[in-house]
């Protein structure tokens, strides 16, 4: 609801809809109806617009998206009108953040004061819409073209400073400040004062000449930033129209805008990815736990040990949430380059202004070097990063047992080994996880927390709440090879080669990815990462070409398909960009160029199987790249592993950089249509057979699909509940 009260002559219009104040329909009539009344009220000679609680509103109510209820009146642009219309000075009063449609209400007001500490922007585009309240028409009024664009394409929140600079806040209040108070005097001071040139309707677009340069330029950067994505694209189209067409046409533009982006499926998957980045945080380990009813630990400092690319990063996530930070390495020359980096990277962010001076000095004080176990006895956490090696992992995770306090929880960033094995290491596996950090770890947004068997609550709420501190999107699963994540990308990269086998090259399958969205091929990121972490994975399994005694067969292992090309380029030193050349060669850049040389080796090996290369669709690529990706996500829901398919969807979205604008693995499918996903995966089965193992249809697909067609992924996991329950 709104609230309306009366300060003197000033009326004051508070929208009270917490957490966030969302417009949501009953706000809407409410707002409608208190803009009549202080219109009506000849005592009133000016009306304040705020928010109670946290914050200004940060815009349409989300939950209201796709249902009617979004399209009933009075709507955003309603108010916005009668707010720009008043002959009353509107003021907006902003805190915490004006986004969105909430936004939108503070640009139909005449004028905006805000905290310093508070936030605007418009977002919509995350959201896969566009800001349709009159936004895309008003906000290149008032800051122009160029910055509109650049607001409304990428979404990004600013800080009201920005805004107050390129026009958009009228005034400023220092933090500390009363903003109601400050909106008030100043709503009395614009008494009297001529409205018309405060009306943004009435104004044109101060660089509207330079219309079509700026699109161009726009359309370029958007097409690289976010690939494949329909909203940035129409968001740009629709406020070109703000430079060409009056204020009537450009927001008839904005609405068949809207209209158009409500209707994609890119909307759809955009707003289920708001709200299950918001869900994984309600975490459930059935059985043992779940968010609401377990307590996490205080945990105050946090062991480190090792510190590899992996270590450095996760001490400075440490540091960065404000923890006493130890940073273990038992070799003097290993601690001391590493303590070297972390410190370093301190600085930096300090003189990139991303820290300020206090918080870089805070870091640089809770970093402790220490050589020896015996050091980190008292910490609460201890986070290992060392080598990927059961054997050492074991070692250590003894070791640590025997000197830490009872109350230590120890945890791998193991990123596929067996939680349960490791914590067999110790006495105390009640008090054993996994904390699945991506590289960079300090960069990357994903935490990947594994609970074992014998996982405590508190243990698993308290590596949770580590990973809410750190600022992760963190996502609890079960415990098996690979996890969530990197079991399901190895049947990705298998199918990746097969694919080079019978009929592409690798850009040519990369090329399918990027054009799907991703920013970067599966062959590219192989590059990128290190062909060799692979061949480390495969020489471990005793599966690479090298490991093979004389006469096995080049394209099997046992009954299962293989296909060595990986190995031979690894063997062959193409270990990725780091040595300049892998699946591609690189000039002194890190844009792959495709390479004749690996085209010779894919033909020669071609040859000697006798197989004729034949023409494949884009489509058939894109299907064998992410079918198996899928299948194998319905095994890992089936099996428990992941609680919901939007836990793998934000797995993939943030540690896999997988395209938001089609919401992850999980909800991919759900748009293609389960009994299309599994008549696609079976006809695979049929024709492959025993020997690829990742095309055997999941139980739970099949379920879904002969019982439900192609129910709601928010039912999934509810009546495969109900089914095993009755079963
Ligand atoms: C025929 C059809 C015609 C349709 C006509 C449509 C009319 C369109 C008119 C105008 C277009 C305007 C569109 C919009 O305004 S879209 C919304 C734009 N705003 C946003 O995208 C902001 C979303 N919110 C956030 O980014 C963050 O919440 C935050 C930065 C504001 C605060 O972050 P944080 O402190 O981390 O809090 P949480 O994110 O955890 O949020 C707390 C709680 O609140 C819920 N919530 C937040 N924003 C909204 C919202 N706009 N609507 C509904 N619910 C919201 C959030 O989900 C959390 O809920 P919880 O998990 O249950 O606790």
Same mark, same amino acid.
Not at 692 to 704: A, C, I, K, V
């Given at each position: 609801?709104?609230l309306?009260?009366?300060?003197?002559?000033?009326?004051?219009?508070?929208?009270?809809?917490?957490?966030?104040?969302a417009?949501?329909?009953?706000?809407?009539?409410?707002?409608?109806?208190f803009?009549k009344?202080a219109?009506?009220?000849?005592?009133v000679?000016a009306?304040v617009?705020?928010g109670?609680?946290?914050?200004?509103?940060?815009?349409?109510?989300?939950?209201?998206?796709h249902?009617?209820?979004?399209?009933?009146?009075?709507?955003?642009?309603?108010?916005v009108?009668?707010?720009?219309?008043?002959?009353?000075?509107?003021?907006?009063a902003?805190?915490?953040s004006a986004?969105?449609g909430?936004l939108?209400?503070?640009?139909?007001?005449?004028?905006?004061?805000?905290?310093?500490?508070?936030?605007?922007?418009?977002?919509?585009?995350?959201?896969?819409i566009?800001p349709?309240a009159?936004?895309?028409?008003?906000?290149?009024?008032?800051?122009?073209?160029d910055?509109?664009?650049?607001?409304?394409?990428?979404?990004?929140?600013?800080?009201?400073?920005?805004?107050a600079? @390129?026009?958009?806040? %009228?005034?400023?209040?220092?933090?500390?400040?009363?903003?109601?108070?400050?909106?008030?005097?100043?709503?009395?001071?614009m008494?009297?004062k001529?409205?018309?040139?405060?009306?943004?309707?009435n104004?044109?677009?101060?660089?509207?000449?330079?219309v079509?340069?700026l699109?161009?330029?726009?359309?370029k950067?958007?097409?690289?930033?976010?690939?494949?994505?329909?909203?940035?694209?129409?968001?740009?189209?629709?406020?070109?129209?703000?430079?060409?067409?009056?204020?009537?046409d450009g927001?008839?533009?904005?609405?068949?805008g809207?209209?158009t982006?409500?209707?994609?499926?890119?909307?759809?998957?955009?707003?289920?990815?708001?709200?299950s980045?918001?869900?994984?945080?309600?975490?459930?380990?059935?059985?043992?736990?779940?968010?609401?009813?377990?307590?996490p630990?205080?945990?105050?400092?946090?062991?480190?040990?090792?510190?590899?690319?992996?270590g450095?990063g996760?001490?400075?996530?440490?540091?960065?949430?404000?923890?006493?930070?130890?940073?273990?390495?038992?070799n003097?020359?290993a601690?001391?380059?590493?303590?070297?980096?972390?410190?370093?990277?301190?600085?930096?962010m300090?003189?990139?202004?991303?820290?300020?001076?206090?918080q870089?000095?805070?870091?640089?004080?809770?970093?402790?070097?220490?050589?020896?176990y015996n050091?980190?006895?008292?910490?609460d956490?201890?986070?290992?990063?060392?080598?990927?090696?059961?054997?050492?992992?074991?070692?250590i995770?003894?070791?640590?047992?025997?000197v830490?306090?009872?109350?230590?929880?120890?945890?791998?960033?193991?990123s596929?080994?067996?939680?349960?094995?490791?914590?067999?290491?110790?006495?105390?596996?009640?008090?054993?996880?996994?904390?699945?950090?991506?590289?960079?770890?300090?960069?990357m947004?994903?935490?990947?927390?594994?609970?074992?068997?014998?996982s405590s609550a508190?243990?698993i709420?308290?590596?949770?709440?580590?990973?809410?501190?750190?600022?992760?999107?963190?996502?609890?699963?079960?415990?098996?090879?690979?996890?969530?994540?990197n079991?399901?990308?190895?049947?990705?990269?298998?199918?990746?080669?097969?694919?080079?086998e019978?009929?592409?090259?690798?850009?040519?399958? %990369?090329?399918v990815?990027t054009?799907?969205?991703?920013?970067?091929?599966?062959?590219?990121?192989?590059?990128?990462?290190?062909?060799?972490?692979?061949?480390?994975?495969?020489t471990?399994?005793?599966?690479?070409?090298?490991?093979?005694?004389?006469?096995?067969?080049?394209r099997?292992?046992?009954?299962l398909? $293989?296909?060595?090309?990986?190995d031979?380029?690894v063997?062959?030193?193409?270990?990725g960009?780091?040595?300049?050349?892998g699946?591609?060669?690189?000039?002194?850049?890190?844009t792959?160029?495709? %390479?004749?040389?690996?085209?010779?080796?894919?033909?020669? $090996?071609?040859?000697?199987?006798?197989?004729?290369p034949?023409?494949?669709?884009?489509?058939?690529?894109?299907q064998?790249?992410l079918?198996p990706?899928?299948?194998?996500g319905?095994?890992i @829901?089936?099996?428990?592993?992941?609680?919901?398919?939007?836990?793998?969807?934000?797995? $993939?979205?943030?540690?896999y950089?997988?395209?938001?604008?089609?919401?992850?693995?999980?909800?991919?499918?759900?748009?293609?249509?389960?009994?299309?996903?599994?008549?696609?995966?079976e006809?695979h +089965?049929k024709?492959?057979?025993a020997?690829?193992?990742? +095309?055997?249809?999941?139980?739970?697909?099949?379920?879904?699909v002969?019982?439900?067609?192609?129910?709601?992924?928010?039912?999934?996991?509810p009546?495969?509940?109900?089914?095993?329950?009755?079963?």
């Amino acid at each position: 609801m709104a609230l309306y009260s009366r300060e003197d002559d000033v009326a004051i219009i508070a929208v009270n809809n917490p957490p966030m104040n969302a417009l949501s329909h009953h706000v809407r009539k409410d707002l409608i109806k208190f803009l009549k009344v202080a219109e009506a009220d000849e005592n009133v000679t000016a009306i304040v617009l705020c928010g109670d609680g946290r914050t200004f509103p940060v815009g349409a109510d989300i939950k209201e998206f796709h249902k009617s209820v979004s399209a009933l009146g009075p709507t955003i642009i309603d108010i916005v009108h009668a707010l720009e219309k008043s002959s009353k000075p509107t003021v907006a009063a902003i805190h915490g953040s004006a986004l969105g449609g909430g936004l939108e209400l503070a640009l139909g007001c005449h004028y905006r004061i805000a905290m310093s500490t508070s936030k605007v922007g418009l977002p919509e585009v995350k959201l896969g819409i566009l800001p349709g309240a009159g936004g895309t028409q008003r906000l290149p009024r008032v800051i122009g073209l160029d910055n509109a664009m650049k607001w409304i394409a990428y979404g990004h929140h600013h800080p009201a400073g920005v805004g107050a600079s @390129l026009g958009l806040i %009228d005034r400023i209040v220092a933090k500390g400040g009363d903003i109601r108070r400050s909106a008030i005097l100043f709503a009395r001071s614009m008494v009297g004062k001529g409205l018309g040139q405060r009306r943004l309707s009435n104004v044109s677009v101060p660089d509207a000449s330079k219309v079509e340069e700026l699109m161009a330029k726009h359309l370029k950067e958007v097409g690289l930033r976010t690939r494949g994505a329909l909203a940035p694209v129409v968001c740009l189209q629709v406020i070109k129209s703000s430079a060409l067409l009056s204020y009537k046409d450009g927001l008839e533009s904005e609405r068949q805008g809207m209209m158009t982006l409500l209707a994609s499926s890119e909307s759809k998957a955009q707003i289920y990815s708001f709200f299950s980045e918001r869900q994984v945080s309600k975490w459930n380990a059935p059985g043992i736990a779940n968010h609401a009813t377990a307590k996490p630990m205080q945990v105050r400092s946090i062991a480190v040990v090792g510190l590899g690319t992996m270590g450095r990063g996760i001490a400075i996530s440490s540091l960065k949430a404000g923890k006493k930070t130890y940073v273990v390495e038992l070799n003097s020359k290993a601690l001391a380059a590493g303590v070297k980096y972390i410190r370093g990277y301190i600085e930096t962010m300090k003189k990139r202004a991303q820290i300020s001076e206090e918080q870089a000095a805070a870091m640089q004080s809770a970093i402790i070097p220490v050589s020896s176990y015996n050091g980190i006895a008292n910490v609460d956490l201890v986070i290992e990063a060392v080598f990927e090696n059961m054997k050492i992992k074991k070692e250590i995770f003894g070791k640590l047992d025997k000197v830490c306090k009872p109350s230590t929880i120890l945890a791998s960033n193991t990123s596929t080994l067996d939680i349960d094995e490791i914590a067999s290491a110790t006495k105390r596996p009640e008090k054993v996880a996994g904390m699945h950090f991506f590289a960079p770890a300090h960069i990357m947004l994903l935490l990947e927390n594994i609970y074992g068997r014998k996982s405590s609550a508190e243990t698993i709420a308290t590596i949770m709440d580590i990973g809410k501190q750190m600022k992760k999107i963190t996502v609890l699963v079960g415990n098996c090879v690979g996890f969530v994540g990197n079991r399901m990308y190895g049947y990705y990269t298998t199918e990746s080669v097969f694919i080079l086998e019978e009929a592409a090259y690798p850009e040519q399958v %990369d090329k399918v990815l990027t054009d799907y969205g991703f920013a970067m091929g599966r062959f590219q990121v192989g590059d990128l990462s290190g062909n060799d972490i692979g061949y480390k994975i495969r020489t471990g399994l005793g599966i690479t070409h090298k490991q093979q005694p004389a006469g096995t067969p080049e394209r099997k292992r046992g009954v299962l398909r $293989y296909c060595p090309l990986g190995d031979f380029l690894v063997e062959k030193g193409r270990l990725g960009l780091k040595v300049g050349k892998g699946w591609y060669k690189y000039e002194g850049s890190r844009t792959p160029i495709p %390479d004749p040389e690996v085209r010779k080796i894919i033909d020669e $090996y071609r040859t000697r199987h006798h197989i004729v290369p034949r023409d494949i669709s884009s489509e058939e690529v894109l299907q064998r790249m992410l079918y198996p990706l899928i299948n194998e996500g319905f095994k890992i @829901l089936e099996e428990g592993i992941a609680a919901n398919p939007w836990d793998i969807d934000m797995i $993939y979205q943030y540690g896999y950089a997988w395209p938001r604008h089609t919401g992850g693995p999980m909800y991919y499918a759900f748009t293609i249509g389960l009994p299309q996903v599994l008549k696609v995966i079976e006809e695979h +089965w049929k024709a492959a057979g025993a020997s690829e193992p990742h +095309w055997q249809p999941s139980t739970m697909l099949t379920w879904l699909v002969e019982n439900h067609g192609n129910p709601d992924i928010s039912q999934w996991m509810p009546l495969m509940q109900k089914h095993k329950s009755k079963t």
